[in-house]
């Protein structure tokens, strides 16, 4: 294997979360606002594999909305020496929500198109650099353990 190559090994669900707001009535021609948060966790495995997850939030902040949702994402990757130098462990933290935003937002699609709502489709986002610019801001975005 190439010392430099970031590979996903497996992915799974690992959760699937959504409940029905049978209060929220809409008004006709209504606009309905989400501002889903996004989580990572990231647990070491070894040395050279680590845990991903990737989960989006939408639920209730401010105005009432149709429905929550929580679904999360896992994959094992394997890069070698992860941990040895902030170039691979950007590589780990900022690459593998990369690979595993596509795999989310398809799930999100999926359910609530499911849900006899209109589907609720996350834009094509640069999901890394969400992160990198939450951190300046906060530090619980990511959790290593």
């Known amino acids: 294997m190439d010392n430099d190559a ?4 497996h992915y799974s669900v690992e959760k ?8 929220f009535l809409p008004k006709p021609n209504t606009r309905i606002s989400l501002n889903p948060d996004f989580r990572r966790n990231i647990r070491r495995i070894d040395e050279n594999k680590a845990l991903v997850e990737l989960t989006v ?9 149709p429905f929550a949702l929580e679904v999360t994402i896992g994959g094992l ?12 462990k950007n ?21 609530t198109a499911n849900s006899n709502f209109p589907p609720l ?3 094509v986002i640069d999901v890394a650099a969400l992160f990198e610019e939450s951190e300046k801001r906060k530090s619980f975005d990511i959790n290593i353990q």
Do not use: C, Y
Request: aromatic share 8%; glycine share 4%.
């Open 57 to 65: 939030l939408v639920q209730d902040k401010d105005v009432p909305l």
């Open 121 to 123: 489709m996350l834009p």
């Open 91 to 111: 590589l780990m933290k900022n690459q593998t929500i990369a690979i595993l935003f596509p795999l989310v937002r398809s799930l999100v699609t999926i359910v």
């Open 16 to 23: 699937i979360d959504f409940h029905l707001n049978k209060g």
């Open 77 to 88: 990757f394997t890069l070698e020496g992860w941990e040895a130098d902030d170039e691979r």
């Open 6 to 9: 970031l590979k996903m090994n």
